[in-house]
Structures are given as structure tokens and as C-alpha cells.
């Protein structure tokens, strides 16, 4: 019998064995249907789930009270180049912004990706990263829609950040390197503000994809939610 590990390869296509690989949840897998659970990248952070319900697209997640802690783990701490990523689909575009990755400390520490509403009637994604006293962010081109699923990934290369949207660049700025993060990375929760939708699978990885592995990453994940 194959190991949980290779399953999530064949399933998924996503290759967990490599080492800049920091951080992979398909949250749709058996084996994620349980809480707490480890990730599939070669790390195992424990993954605890806090009423996110799972399905076979992913987890749902209410925009009230439900997210998931991945721990601290200094690997999941960016303070150089980065990538995040999730597949993700939103429920409603009403009330605040729904928050995908949070481990920031506004202004001092650590970065957070979300959908924003602050200024827009349907939402695009921001990622944002702190310095002490400073912060820097970036918005993505494309406003989005509610039951459409899409795969956003960020990547930061120096201080240029780019946003992909299902494979294709949607939106360049300046980002800053974050300062090391004092809390727990969180997928919908920036102790505020979370997620109402639903999340198939998120990324990080320890350094900035190119075009062509973003493309890649998102042909051959793309399947299960078509």
C-alpha cells in the first residue's frame, strides 16, 4: 500500500518532496478530514482545525469563528523572498475582509494575505508585510466573484511581489522583507477578520515560483475543482 505521503503526489500533482516546499494542505484529502492532522510537505506541522467542516472540495469556513493554526514552526516564518498560495471560492463579498494567511503583527511583524473589501464592492486579493513602524502591500488586478473558484498565489523576489490569479501575473508592487513573525501562522484568522468560503488547498513555499511553476502548480491541481 502506497504511504499517505505519495498519495497526496499522485493526487494532487503538487510535488511534497521538495524542500522549499514549507507548508502544503489539501484540505480536500482524507487524511485532512480530522483535527488536528499533519501537512503534506516534508515539514508535518500539525495542523489544528477550529470548526472549518471538511468536504470533498475542501474545508468551509464560516467568516465567524472558524480557521486553522499551523503552528509556529520557524520554517513557516518568511523574512526573505516567499511564495503563498491557496485555491480557494468565496461564499459572499459583504462585511469585512476575508483573510486566507495571518501570522502579522501590524506594522512590526510577519506579513498577511486576504481578500480586501476596504475599498472595493467585490474584493481583491492584498498582501501586506511589516517592518517595525512600516509596512508595505501590494493589490492584485482582478476583482473577484463568489462561487467561482480561483487559485491565487504571492510571491515576493527582492521587493518586487506579485500576485498570480489561476496561472496568469495579476498585479506587481514593492513588498519589503516581513521582520520574523512572533505568532502562529493561521489560514483565516488575523485575530479579527476570517474566511467565508470555501479552501480546497494552500501553499508556502521558502522562496519566489517563477511564472512558469505557478502555471505548472496550478494545471495540474486544477482538476478537482472544475
Not at 121 to 148: E, K, M, P, Y
Not at 156 to 163: M, N, Q, R, S, V
Request: net charge negative; hydrophobic share 35%.
Amino acid at each position: 500500500m502506497k504511504s499517505p505521503a505519495l498519495m497526496a503526489k499522485r493526487d494532487t500533482g503538487i510535488d511534497i518532496y521538495d524542500p522549499t516546499l514549507v507548508l502544503y494542505l489539501p484540505l480536500a484529502d482524507h487524511g485532512t478530514d480530522v483535527s488536528p492532522f499533519p501537512s503534506r510537505d516534508l515539514n508535518h506541522h500539525i495542523a489544528t482545525v477550529t470548526g472549518a467542516t471538511w468536504g470533498l472540495q475542501g474545508r468551509t469556513f464560516d467568516g465567524t469563528d472558524d480557521w486553522i493554526d499551523c503552528g509556529s514552526s520557524s520554517v513557516l516564518k518568511p523574512t526573505g523572498d516567499f511564495t503563498v498560495g491557496a485555491r480557494f471560492k468565496l461564499d459572499n463579498l459583504t462585511g469585512g475582509n476575508w483573510v486566507l494567511f495571518d501570522e502579522e503583527v501590524y506594522r512590526a511583524s510577519g506579513f498577511l494575505l486576504r481578500i480586501d473589501r476596504a475599498t472595493n464592492t467585490t474584493g481583491q486579493a492584498f498582501l501586506r508585510t511589516n517592518q517595525v513602524s512600516a509596512d508595505t502591500g501590494i493589490t492584485g488586478n482582478t476583482i473577484l466573484s463568489t462561487d467561482t473558484w480561483y487559485t491565487l498565489y504571492a510571491t515576493k523576489l527582492g521587493t518586487t511581489g506579485t500576485f498570480f490569479l489561476n496561472g496568469v501575473a495579476d498585479g506587481t508592487g514593492t513588498l519589503n522583507n516581513p521582520v520574523l513573525a512572533t505568532k502562529n501562522l493561521f489560514v483565516s484568522n488575523d485575530g479579527a477578520q476570517r474566511m467565508k468560503g470555501t479552501i480546497g488547498e494552500v501553499w508556502m513555499y521558502n522562496r519566489a515560483l517563477s511564472a512558469a511553476e505557478v502555471q505548472q502548480n496550478y494545471l495540474v491541481t486544477k482538476w478537482r475543482y472544475i
